[in-house]
T-cell receptor, first 112, second 114 residues
């Protein structure tokens, strides 16, 4: 069964608005990562948060992690049309340093 | 930009053909992965390797095979392609470092089997 589940499946917003995506997972993790995928391309790593961290920032990105609820959120502030993409969370639930398990992704559309 | 390459980017072939999807990386990473992804869907791990001469099957059963003779090269082969193999195939590599196993992805190969 899939480890990560993103919510919502699709999100449409206007430029300048904030976008929030959520991810839930089922088993203990060492870290959780977020990736972005532009249409038909490979994935690009955005940010990693370790299991002992609660919040992390990178530019316009803010990630939170709640290990008690087994959930994470990705906030993109002041969104731009270029942020239009699919966003996936990924966990390394198998064991540290091994293959990731990806969620189903959230498709974000930002219109100008 | 990640130094991981996949060829071809697009491939349209007939049923029964043997194909090899190429993946190479110049980062010296020990770990490499193949994922299968249908349009708008999640990634499914089909093969991975933790080093030369190491290959393992992933979560999704696949009729493809892989080899890892050199660190930088991780090709995927389909002996007899079928329409059910139509999908996007993504290759990735990583190195466990400083508590992170960030994966670097290639651009993908979009395969269509007629």
């Amino acid at each position: 069964s899939q480890q990560g589940e993103e919510d919502p499946q699709a999100l449409s917003i206007q430029e300048g608005e904030n976008a929030t995506m959520n991810c839930s997972y089922k088993t203990s993790i060492n870290n959780l990562q977020w990736y972005r995928q532009n249409s038909g391309r490979g994935l690009v790593h955005l940010i990693l948060i370790r299991s002992n961290e609660r919040e992390k920032h990178s530019g316009r990105l803010r990630v939170t992690l709640d290990t008690s609820k087994k959930s994470s959120s990705l906030l993109i502030t002041a969104s731009r049309a270029a942020d239009t993409a699919s966003y996936f969370c990924a966990t390394d639930a198998r064991q540290a340093g091994t293959a990731l398990i990806f969620g189903k992704g959230t498709t974000l559309s930002v219109s100008s | 930009e990640a130094d991981i390459y996949q060829t071809p980017r697009y491939l349209v072939i007939g049923t029964g053909k043997k194909i090899t999807l190429e993946c190479s990386q110049t980062m010296g990473h020990d770990k490499m992965y193949w994922y299968q992804q249908d349009p708008g869907m999640e990634l499914h791990l089909i093969h991975y390797s933790y080093g030369v001469n190491s290959t393992e099957k992933g979560d999704l059963s696949s009729e493809s095979t892989v080899s890892r003779i050199r660190t930088e090269h991780f090709p995927l082969t389909l002996e007899s392609a079928r329409p059910s193999h139509t999908s996007q195939y993504l290759c990735a590599s990583s190195e466990w470092s400083g508590g992170s196993n960030e994966q670097f992805f290639g651009p993908g190969t979009r395969l269509t089997v007629l």
